[in-house]
């Protein structure tokens, strides 16, 4: 195996590529954990391909020695939260989050000692420093389940996606004060665009993760989480499906319904693929192996930071 080990990744064809991933990771007992938002070729070289709170159940259960995330870094980092023990590595360590981002947490601890009241609710898109200065964390899957089990008379702040935290409030009709971030990928789409896309496809449903801005969920046939979306075009009777949410969902959709017309929920500039997210896709093949390889860039993190973000994420785990 000299030629791999002394050559680049990128000198390797891709189904060598396939070959070394799968024998390096049964030589490091390594788990591939990738989000439905990863390119296909990786999604499909994944041990589980599932939604964040999904991949953070098989974070906190498998047995393996190395837990190679392909998504971004605020799921690697929540692997590590769940598994100080255990190597935690990612393709490209500079796959972040637009979302996370927006949420600093300077500011965001200013903020929330301005409302020491609130039970601080945070989407799980986010640091592990927000995860830590929070109460219990939520995913677009498990959101309602978890504000449901919070006392009516305790007043919630929700943080950092201000979209997904406007449709709960609607959902469910508790008011919340929220944190003003959103998603650069759920709010690129557009209105105009998608409803111009219906009147070419007219039986298709729109179906739209709660990221997405209010304007778009309003034309709506159906809301929800990635997993839940891609369950809705598997059961529902339609044949056809306008799909608003980032558009890696597309391959294990039409994995499960290859009869059925998928349509990707179109941005506002027609000439970019901004409903790709550009930082998961900075994770590829030759990462990969690369990653494999090396157990390189690995996640590591302060053991404090560790156990206070560890708390709000076993809280959600438990009151899932």
Not at 70 to 90: C, D, R, S, W
Not at 253 to 278: F, I, R
Not at 284 to 310: F, N, V
């Amino acid at each position: 195996m000299a030629f791999f080990e002394e050559n680049t990744a990128e000198a390797l064809p891709p189904q060598d590529l396939v070959t070394e991933i799968t024998r390096l990771k049964k030589a490091r007992n390594a788990v591939i954990l990738a989000h439905f938002y990863q390119e296909s070729e990786i999604q499909d070289l994944a041990d589980h391909v599932e939604d964040s709170l999904g991949l953070a159940r098989r974070a906190q259960t498998t047995d393996a020695d190395v837990i190679v995330f392909a998504g971004v870094h605020f799921m690697a980092e929540t692997a590590k939260i769940l598994n100080p023990t255990k190597k935690v590595v990612i393709p490209d360590l500079a796959a972040g989050c637009s979302l996370a981002d927006s949420c600093p947490p300077d500011e965001f601890g200013k903020f929330k000692i301005s409302h020491p009241n609130h039970f601080v609710v945070s989407y799980i898109n986010c640091t592990a420093e927000i995860k830590a200065m929070s109460d219990v964390i939520c995913t677009s899957s498990n959101a309602e389940k978890i504000l449901s089990q919070i006392p009516e008379n305790r007043p919630v702040l929700f943080a950092p996606d201000r979209n997904l935290g406007r449709y709960l409030m609607e959902k469910t009709g508790r008011n919340m004060l929220l944190w003003d971030g959103s998603c650069m990928v759920h709010d690129i789409f557009s209105e105009k665009r998608i409803l111009q896309l219906k009147t070419k496809h007219p039986a298709a449903k729109i179906i739209a993760h709660p990221e997405c801005e209010e304007k778009i969920l309003q034309h709506a046939d159906f809301i929800g989480s990635t997993s839940k979306l891609l369950n809705y075009v598997e059961s529902d009777a339609s044949n056809e499906f306008i799909v608003v949410t980032e558009s890696g969902i597309l391959h294990q959709m039409q994995k499960k319904v290859p009869h059925k017309t998928l349509l990707a929920g179109p941005p506002e500039d027609a000439s970019c693929a901004c409903n790709e997210c550009p930082h998961m896709r900075l994770n590829t093949l030759e990462k990969l192996y690369l990653c494999l390889r090396d157990l390189s860039p690995e996640i590591t993190m302060d053991e404090g930071l560790r156990l206070s973000a560890l708390r709000p994420l076993e809280r959600m785990l438990e009151w899932s």
